[in-house]
């Protein structure tokens, strides 16, 4: 179990990052991404940013590359929103969560529709 002040600063980053998202970073706009999660190290060194992007399903996005080449300016404008004594080292990661759930509905679906056309072939 994740240590309160970790949940605390692991919201507060998403919170602020989505913001900064949404509104651009020196001029560059990012699409429509959204922060699914932020997962912060308990000793608060590193912080990894999931982000999915509408339309895109693959890590190798060009929305995500800007993010990661963006990656110490978003770190430097966090910090100067959030007081931290030491501010985590920022990594974006894909969260491909949203695939593997398309992906397990899919073959549940075709489970269930083989079921069906077994039992009405046994009929």
């Excluded at 507060?12 to 949404?22: P, T």
């Excluded at 429509?32 to 996005?61: C, H, P, R």
Aim: charged residues 35%; glycine residues 4%.
């Amino acid at each position: 179990m994740k240590p309160r002040r970790t949940k605390r600063v692991s919201e507060l980053i998403k919170r602020e990052i989505a913001d900064l998202i949404q509104k651009g970073i020196k001029g560059k706009t990012f699409g429509i991404t959204t922060v699914t999660d932020v997962e912060v190290s308990n000793d608060l060194s590193v912080a990894k940013v999931f982000v999915s992007v509408y339309g895109e399903s693959q890590e190798n996005s060009p929305i995500l590359d800007e993010l990661r080449k963006k990656t110490s300016l978003f770190r430097k404008r966090l910090a100067g929103r959030i007081t931290l004594r030491q501010f985590p080292e920022i990594q974006f990661m894909w969260d491909n969560s949203f695939e593997r759930g398309e992906r397990i509905s899919h073959l549940l679906d075709k489970i269930t529709d083989d079921s069906t056309n077994n039992r009405h072939s046994q009929e």
